[in-house]
C-alpha cells in the first residue's frame, strides 16, 4: 500500500513541477527566439520598454506593421541607380565630409521610400529596420546622432567617417534583392 502512495505522490509531484515549469520554459524559450534574432536590438527594446514581456510585445507590434507594409524590393534599374548615387555621396567624402553625410541620410530615405517604409518618423523607420536587420538598428541610430551634430557643425570628421560606414552598412542591405538572398542560402 505504502508503495502506492509513493507512486501517486511521485507522479502529483511530477505533475505540478510540469505545471510550474512549463509556463517558465515557454517564456525561456521565446526570450531565446527573441535574442536570437533582434541580437542587441532586443537587448535595447527591452531596457527601452521595462522589461522582456513588454519588449517582447513591441517586438511582435513591429513585426505586424512591416507585414502591412507590402515592402518590395528594387528592379535592377533602381539597385544600379542608387548604387551609382550612392558612390557620387561617397565620392563627395573626401571633400564634403559634412554634405556627404547629409546626402548619404538623404539617398537611406529615398530606398526606404522606394520600396514602400514610411519615412516621416526617424523612430518609426528605425522600428521597421529592426524587423528584417536588426543588427543594423543601432548602426542607424548611432549615424543619425552623428548626423544632428553636423547639422550643428559639431561632428569631427572621424564620427562623420563613422556615421558614412553606418549609413553605407544599411544601404546595402535595403538594395540587397531578396531573390540573390534566397538563391545564396
Known sequence: MSATY???AVVLIVVVM??????IFSRN???KQFKDHYGSEYDHTVETAGGEKKAQAELDKR???VDELNI???SSKERERYTADWLSVQSKFVDEPGQAIVEADRLIMEVMQVRNYPISDFEQRVADVSVSYPGLADNYRAARVIALKNEQRQADTEELRRAMIYYRSLFDQLLENEADLETAK
Not at 18 to 23: A, D, Q, R, S, V
Open 72 to 74: 518590395r524590393p528594387l
Open 29 to 31: 524559450q521565446r526570450s
Open 18 to 23: 510540469g505545471l510550474i515549469m512549463g509556463p
Open 6 to 8: 509513493i507512486i501517486i
Open 63 to 65: 513585426q505586424k506593421h
